[in-house]
């Protein structure tokens, strides 16, 4: 049984299913626990992935397949676990999805080059979120030089996954994880100058 | 003169410092994603659809590489092997998109797939097509599934919004009478094959294992 201490020590995650679990927490108030918590990661995941017009539609489209989700939700064995996040790992393979289907309409929607279609889209709306990007010089260099199997593991680790959890998401080892994290910083080192 | 490159620890320093950017840029949107913009669908988005069509096929192609010809001969249930069991995804499949494609071309059925006996499904269509795949190997039970689901995928991408989002009466007829027939919208019928997958998908995760302890 776990302690108050190693409770609060819990992530609000695995806290959050717990009191689902038990019946402490409607399915809605846990929802809004859980959006609350992963709103930012969730958007932040995918203005690396795609352009920035399109992140809150996109957005909404994770949240709405994990509210239809949640609802039959099963509390499997690994809520106990202090490291497993079963929700992130779910919002970050439905990020990987969406994303992927956004691309794939947005390809047969336009003869342009996709990185053309999304600097477009991107040009046409300066907003904060775009003057933010701009500053993300790594993040951009890393969506533009780094294969989608690299990015995916990156994105998973500085959203505080472990590579256990990243790897059991991804259905890799960890050996995988580790290497191609390493695979995406060397690609970048290789191409960013310090100071840049 | 050239600069010498970062190392990687420095890059990951950085990479980490944009990263808290970027959540900080998103703070201040906290809109729920219950609420619909104006003009958004409140039904799910042809994106969503893609996207839980692709979830579907990572599943099943994960599967591929677990399940073997003595693991498919295993009763998954009182009738059905595991072998079996994927046919009748793989049926779905075909039946699936043959009727998406259909209403795509706004044509209508000339045939309806009666539940009988059984408020769970078209038992009668469903061992049929079983019995159809039996002299199939597992590959080609796996290749039908997936080219099917894949075939779904491009139908989404190239169907017209209205016809997408409007209902059409399928041939599925749930109360066992022919002529009263399923009236939905084919984005439904997408979320109700993808729903239909995961149920039994999850079920044959617990199969195999079982079979693995």
Known sequence: MIGTKEEEDSPLENRVLRARARGEMSADAAFEALFQEYRRIVASWLAVRVDSGSVDDLAQDVWLIFYGRFRRWEFGAEMESREARPVLSFLFRTCQFVARGHLRLALSRRSDPLEEVGEKIAGSRPDTLLRDLEAAKALSLARRICPEEEIDVLLAKLAGMSAREVARTLSLTEAVVDHRYRDALARLRSKMKVGS | ?213
């Open chain 2, 1 to 213: 003169m050239t600069e010498p490159s970062e190392m990687p620890e420095e890059i990951g320093a950085r990479l980490e410092l944009e990263w808290r950017s970027l959540l900080e840029a998103f703070s201040a949107r906290k809109r729920s994603p219950l609420d619909f913009a104006p003009g958004r669908r409140i039904a799910v988005s042809r994106v969503a659809l893609l996207a839980q069509l692709e979830e579907v096929r990572e599943e099943w192609t994960s599967m591929k590489h677990l399940v073997d010809a003595e693991m498919g001969g295993r009763f998954a249930n009182a009738a059905w092997t595991l072998k079996d069991l994927l046919a009748h995804l793989a049926s779905w499949a075909r039946e699936f998109g043959s009727e998406i494609a259909t209403v795509a071309r706004k044509e209508s059925f000339d045939y309806a797939i009666p539940f009988a006996m059984s408020i769970l499904g078209p038992n009668q269509w469903n061992e049929r097509e079983v019995q159809a795949r039996r002299e199939r190997s597992l590959e080609e039970i796996f290749r039908e599934f997936d080219e099917e689901t894949r075939r779904l995928q491009e139908l989404l991408i190239d169907m017209e919004e209205p016809v997408l989002y409007q209902p059409a009466a399928f041939p599925l007829a749930p109360s066992g009478n022919q002529k009263e027939r399923l009236s939905v919208t084919p984005a439904f019928l997408v979320s109700g094959k993808c729903l239909h997958d995961r149920y039994h998908l999850a079920q044959i995760r617990k199969l195999l294992a079982r079979l693995r302890e």
